[in-house]
T-cell receptor
Framework: DVKVTQSSRYLVKRTGEKVFLECVQD?????MFWYRQDPGLGLRLIYF???????EKGDIPEGYSVSREKKERFSLILESASTNQTSMYLC???????????????FGPGTRLTVT | EDKVVQSPLSLVVHEGDTVTLNCSYE??????LLWYKQEKKAPTFLFML????IEKKSGRLSSILDKKELFSILNITATQTGDSAVYLC???????????FGEGTQLTVNP
């Protein structure tokens, strides 16, 4: 079974702190994604990565950065946390669809971040 | 900009009822449409649809895609309390593997 793990289930940080959210997948997937999920807004893509050291902006990248130094690990960084970044953060991974295959994304359990 | 709209946003039914959840989309280069179920944790994959008119079925759940009218439906027959969840619809475009999600439908099944 594919397993996507996230470093914390719940996290409370103060405004202005630097926050690291870690995601690890164990299926050698090329693609990894970070979403945030808010009531009434659904899942919104923050950043994604197709390969090691590669990153692409999603729909709402402002205030976030990412790092992918190893294939299995994708980190989301909040450089200076703000209260409007209080949210549920979900990581996902999938195989590359470069050969024309169709693959679903596998999700981690989520990190509920509260910024006070 | 790709867009996915789900309806209804919320639905309350009794055990045994049949429900139909709707998903309409606008995407520049459609590749696939996916349905996920989310209880109080990670979304879990239900179906992936790529071709019009071909029903995908898993137990009491089924789904179909209409690429001409740009929508999909998810049917659940003989609902059970364990079906209570948020059902998410997402579309994938041809530019890569990224998904655009709808808001989700909160389904509550009462005993």
């Amino acid at each position: 079974d594919v397993k996507v793990t996230q470093s914390s289930r719940y996290l409370v940080k103060r405004t202005g702190e630097k926050v690291f959210l870690e995601c690890v997948q164990d299926m050698d997937h090329e693609n990894m994604f970070w979403y945030r999920q808010d009531p009434g807004l659904g899942l919104r893509l923050i950043y994604f990565s197709y390969d090691v050291k590669m990153k692409e902006k999603g729909d709402i990248p402002e205030g976030y950065s990412v790092s992918r130094e190893k294939k299995e690990r994708f980190s989301l960084i909040l450089e200076s946390a703000s209260t409007n970044q209080t949210s549920m953060y979900l990581c996902a991974s999938s195989p590359s669809s470069g050969a024309g295959g169709h693959y679903e994304q596998y999700f981690g359990p989520g990190t509920r971040l509260t910024v006070t | 900009e790709d867009k996915v709209v789900q309806s209804p946003l919320s639905l309350v039914v009794h055990e045994g009822d049949t429900v139909t959840l709707n998903c309409s989309y606008e995407v520049t280069n459609f590749r696939s449409l996916l349905w996920y179920k989310q209880e109080k944790k990670a979304p879990t994959f239900l179906f992936m649809l790529t071709s019009s008119g071909i029903e995908k079925k898993s137990g009491r759940l089924s789904s179909i895609l209409d690429k001409k009218e740009l929508f999909s439906i998810l049917n659940i027959t003989a609902t059970q309390t364990g079906d209570s969840a948020v059902y998410l619809c997402a579309v994938e475009d041809r530019s890569g593997s990224r998904l655009t999600f709808g808001e989700g439908t909160q389904l509550t099944v009462n005993p």
